[in-house]
């Protein structure tokens, strides 16, 4: 819709006496973001996606459109390095002011335009015109470096401490003594703030606890982790959320995530019936032996391949049971479902959901299912996320365990036991916070499922 620029006035003069964004909404019945958008554009404020969003003064914008558009001869990058912000955002307000007819090309006094037309530039020396050049990316620096170090607004409103980031944060092309005067910083003020002690930096333990819970989980858990465990520490120490993610990213505590690349497949055709999916995606259960899903995935080594097939339950996780062997065989399953059904009490008979393998449809399994009074679902044909818990614990199991880990020298009986002792971790040890940051294995204790 197209507002009249009278209204859009109105909206941004009720901005201007004090009043938020929401209120102008209430007011004119206009959405807030849209005022918000309106105020925005009047400012000059073109990076409204960006986290730090740089607001440039209207007389600089009215400037950078004058030069750019007055017939004077600059291209953008001379404008750019003249009014000192970046091509891109010149041609931004070319778009959002000249051409949407919202203003008319601002008037310069040509007096005031120092322009070195091609005929001057061929006059000058190659050392005049190298200095030119020095000159004009210079002042591409100091706003790069205010942008880059400081995420200010503008050069104008910044502190001597700030200013002398900035002239240190330039490229050691540019001497101090002409980085001083580009930014307008005296000599003295500069090294005066280089001689003041730095101040301490209040999140230095933090900061160490952070890298060491970081380290001691092979830098595979989130920042919710991490802090949880800061608050668990002898000496606590209690930052919230936000800050702990920003001093792990200032600490290169970051997490890698691998792409799966090929998984591995048992399906072999239609050899039984399919039961009916009954889980529908719906992966709650309100009580420990009531959903349990499974599958088998597959670790490529060196030696060769290694199977794990487990049985997850769906009210807290936890792996109820699981198999490791270096064949996908049907004793595989079947001494995991075994092992499974050891556990459950005479009144428990829970739904166990799979994937359409060839494991889930043989004889043996049925049979077990028949005789333990285990209801049988299935997903459909090539359909992972109906299956969807269980292929996320797999990822999970991977990514802390498994990759970004050299196994070239372990030998599979090796692997098997490594595994298997991270399965053992997983069920008795591993917190989260779905659980109130509790392993499964302690959640169930503390519900008095587990003696």
Not at 70 to 93: D, K, L, M, R, Y
Not at 203 to 213: D, K
Request: hydrophobic fraction near 35%.
């Amino acid at each position: 819709m197209v507002y009249p620029q009278k209204f859009i006035n109105e909206v941004l003069e009720y901005l201007d006496s004090g009043h938020t964004s929401r209120e102008a909404g209430v007011r004119f019945g206009i959405g807030h973001s849209t005022a918000a958008g309106w105020r925005r554009r009047r400012d000059g404020n073109m990076r409204v996606v960006g986290p730090h969003p740089v607001k440039y003064p209207m007389e600089t914008v009215k400037r950078a459109l004058g030069l750019a558009c007055g017939g004077f001869g600059f291209t953008t990058g001379e404008v750019a390095a003249i009014v000192g912000v970046s091509g891109p955002t010149i041609s931004s307000w070319k778009k959002l002011y000249i051409e949407s007819g919202v203003m008319d090309i601002p008037e310069i006094d040509p007096k005031e335009v120092k322009h070195l037309t091609e005929q001057q530039k061929s006059e000058m020396s190659k050392e005049e015109l190298d200095a030119y050049i020095h000159k004009l990316e210079l002042k591409a620096a100091v706003l790069e470096g205010t942008v880059k170090v400081l995420k200010a607004e503008g050069i104008a409103d910044l502190t001597n401490d700030e200013l002398a980031a900035i002239v240190d944060a330039l490229p050691d092309k540019f001497t101090i003594t002409e980085a001083l005067a580009e930014v307008g910083l005296s000599s003295s003020s500069y090294y005066y703030c280089k001689a003041k002690p730095k101040q301490t930096d209040r999140y230095e333990q933090a900061r160490i606890a952070i890298r060491e819970e970081f380290e001691l989980v092979k830098g595979k858990r989130g920042y919710r982790y991490i802090r949880q465990r800061l608050r668990q520490r002898q000496a606590p120490i209690a930052i919230s959320g936000k800050t702990v993610r920003r001093l792990m990213a200032e600490e290169g505590c970051r997490v890698s995530y691998y792409k799966k690349k090929k998984s591995y497949n048992s399906y072999a055709g239609e050899i039984s019936k399919a039961p009916e999916n009954l889980v529908a995606r719906n992966f709650h259960a309100d009580a420990p032996n009531k959903l349990w899903l499974t599958d088998i995935t597959q670790f490529s080594l060196e030696e060769g391949k290694v199977y794990l097939s487990p049985i997850i339950d769906c009210f807290d996780g936890m792996p109820v049971s699981w198999t490791i062997g270096a064949s996908p065989n049907a004793e595989l399953v079947n001494s995991m479902l075994d092992n499974a059904c050891k556990q459950l009490t005479k009144d428990e008979h829970p739904i166990c959901h799979s994937d359409r393998g060839c494991h889930y449809r043989w004889p043996g399994w049925i049979k077990r299912c028949e005789r333990y009074e285990i209801t049988r679902s299935m997903s459909k044909k090539g359909c992972s996320p109906d299956n969807a818990a269980c292929e996320g614990f797999f990822g999970r199991l991977k990514n802390e365990f498994f990759y970004d880990r050299d196994w070239k020298d372990v030998s599979i009986d090796t692997f098997i036991e490594e595994l298997d002792d991270y399965m053992r971790y997983y069920r008795n040890e591993r917190i989260k916070e779905s659980l109130g940051w509790k392993s499964p294995m302690m959640y169930r204790k503390s519900l008095g499922f587990v003696a």
